[in-house]
């Protein structure tokens, strides 16, 4: 008995390890290097389907494909994350992918989830052709370079760092970019003569990374008035809420930059606070303000106010910029993805419960069904017929039991007696058949949850998807699958309660393209 036991052990642990290396599935690549990603540069790598010999898999992207990302059939992936994938405020960025591998022999499809990172990279500001500045003499001549022909493609800030070596005698660059200049006769002269170059540095922040610029000084008669610079240069602006503004303030001032006394804005509206205003130097700001969700109050669809953004010299002169913002209401997206997901969880725990159950029922079936077999095999029945009276005696009796041996006299036709075990469905009053057709209905509807559980949970894996209209309908679609029309023939037990608890483990176990968040 011990050898037989022995063997048997050894068959399960061999077929077990067999089928976990049959069992097929898409091979990453190792390490994490592949999906640590930054801006620009190109990423490749190849995905392999092992555990299962198939004539050939083809690869595709189920989910989460974005522009320029490269995926042929045979498993090979390229791509280089654009810049303006991660914005400048944040660091990092994270995009799912679902990988799916389709056998040409058969009709299995296996997927991957591979979730990248992201890396913001800072590229260098753009310094483009200045138009030229035209000076005239005994003036203090003031020429600001225009933020379009110099421009950073991260909307980073920038300042201007001039070389000293290439600049006249009293000339002066501001870091905002304004040079001021009031050149002496001799000077005037040589510019009639000959146009001047000078050469200065755009450099951004908070990267320090440089570009060098070229500026022509031309003789002519040209001034400048006073003002504040906005980037972007809008008026108006229409953002949702939890959307970021971010506006920067280059300040200028025709008698330089140490006259500039205060920046400043008003508004009337007492939910922008003052600490949105950020001052990089003395003559650059920024204006960044992100609001909530709780901004416009309901019933509102929407709440538009002005913000008088002044700047102050010392003699109390100003100059005003005012700016309209309208702010619509937006639905909050985490607390929908967050309400999405329970659904999501929830129908999948229910069919998992469901299939849980089945499950027990099916052993419960079997059970009896064997169990009505044996019994049938047990029982004999000899019928005796004595004239008006049948007289009926039990044989094949186990001797083990002779109480079970009794003698039934009645008047009249013929009377049977069970002897032996009861347990056929035949003499109890329900049919074999009926046994065998609630088995067959178990295995359909298991089958059936199963296929359409794996569906649901593999095409509604990643956010993007569950927020499509389509998902609600889907959930619908697979309750309605899970509305056994056999409940009372089955017996199934309304306050029956899983051995096990619905962990995400268990259930992924059950639907293996679950994810949990």
Same mark, same amino acid.
């Given at each position: ?19 976990? @290396? ?6 990453? %690549? ?20 092992e ?25 090979? $992936? ?14 990092? +960025?994270?995009?799912? !992918? ?7 022999? =058969? ?5 991957? +989830? ?8 800072? &590229?260098?500001p753009? !310094?483009?052709d200045?138009?030229? $500045?035209?000076?005239q ?19 980073? %800030? ?9 600049? %006249? ?18 000077? /005037? ?5 000959? %146009? ?23 003789? #002519? @008669? ?5 003002e ?32 500039? @006394?205060?920046?400043?804005?008003? #508004? ?12 990089n ?32 010299? +010392?003699? *109390? *002169? &100003?100059?005003?910029?005012t700016? &309209? ?15 999405? /997901? ?9 069919g ?21 077999? +044996? ?29 079970? @041996? ?31 057709? &609630? ?27 569950r927020?499509? =209209?389509?998902?609600?309908?889907? !959930? ?14 089955l ?16 259930? *992924?176990k ?8």
């Amino acid at each position: 008995m011990r050898v037989k036991l022995l063997i048997i052990n050894i068959l399960v642990l061999f077929s077990t390890h067999s089928f976990a @290396q049959d069992t097929p599935k898409i091979i990453l %690549p190792s390490g994490t290097v592949w999906s640590q990603l930054k801006e620009g540069e190109e990423v490749d790598f190849d995905l392999n389907v092992e555990g299962k010999n198939c004539g050939k898999f083809r690869f595709s992207i189920q989910q989460g494909k974005l522009d320029g990302m490269a995926f042929d059939s045979s498993g090979k $992936f390229t791509w280089t994350p654009p810049f303006t994938l991660v914005d400048r405020l944040d660091s990092y +960025k994270f995009h799912q !992918v679902i990988f799916e591998a389709k056998c040409d022999s =058969t009709t299995e499809t296996l997927s991957a +989830k591979v979730e990248f990172r992201i890396q913001h990279v800072n &590229r260098s500001p753009v !310094v483009r052709d200045l138009k030229p $500045f035209y000076v005239q003499y005994n003036t203090t001549n003031i020429y600001k370079i225009d933020r379009y022909f110099v421009i950073d493609e991260d909307n980073d %800030p920038i300042v201007i760092i001039p070389s000293v070596e290439s600049l %006249p005698e009293g000339l002066k660059v501001s870091s905002q970019g304004e040079i001021s200049w009031m050149p002496s006769f001799t000077q /005037y002269k040589q510019l009639k003569e000959k %146009p001047l170059y000078i050469e200065f540095y755009v450099e951004d922040q908070p990267n320090k990374s440089q570009t060098k610029g070229k500026l022509k000084i031309e003789a #002519t @008669q040209q001034d400048l008035a006073p003002e504040i610079v906005v980037v972007p240069r809008d008026n108006v602006f229409k953002i949702k809420e939890n959307q970021t503004v971010n506006l920067r303030f280059y300040l200028s001032d025709p008698n330089g930059d140490d006259d500039i @006394q205060d920046f400043d804005f008003l #508004t009337d509206n007492q939910q922008v606070s003052k600490k949105s205003l950020i001052k990089n130097t003395s003559n650059q700001y920024e204006f960044t303000w992100h609001p909530s969700y709780d901004f416009v109050k309901d019933p509102l669809d929407s709440v538009a106010f002005n913000i008088d953004f002044f700047v102050l010299d +010392k003699t *109390k *002169k &100003r100059d005003v910029k005012t700016i &309209r913002f309208v702010v619509k209401n937006a639905i909050n997206e985490a607390e929908t993805d967050l309400k999405l /997901y329970n659904l999501y969880r929830g129908t999948l725990q229910r069919g998992w419960e469901l299939l849980e159950q089945m499950k027990e029922k099916e052993t419960e079936l079997k059970k009896s069904y064997n169990q009505a077999k +044996k019994g049938k095999k047990n029982r004999s029945i000899l019928n005796a017929s004595l004239g008006a009276t049948t007289s009926l005696s039990s044989v094949f009796v186990p001797k083990t039991k002779p109480d079970q @041996q009794r003698l039934i006299s009645t008047l009249g036709g013929t009377t049977v007696l069970t002897i032996g075990t009861l347990e056929a469905t035949e003499v109890i009053g329900r049919s074999m058949k009926d046994l065998i057709d &609630r088995l067959n209905y178990i295995v359909e509807k298991k089958n059936e949850l199963q296929s359409k559980g794996d569906i649901f949970s593999r095409d509604y894996a990643l956010k993007s998807s569950r927020r499509g =209209t389509d998902f609600v309908r889907k !959930v619908d679609d697979f309750m309605n699958a899970m509305s056994l029309k056999g409940l009372v023939v089955l017996d199934l037990d309304a306050t029956w309660e899983p051995k096990n608890k619905p962990t995400d483990a268990n259930i *992924k176990k059950v639907f293996k393209d679950f994810s949990a968040e």
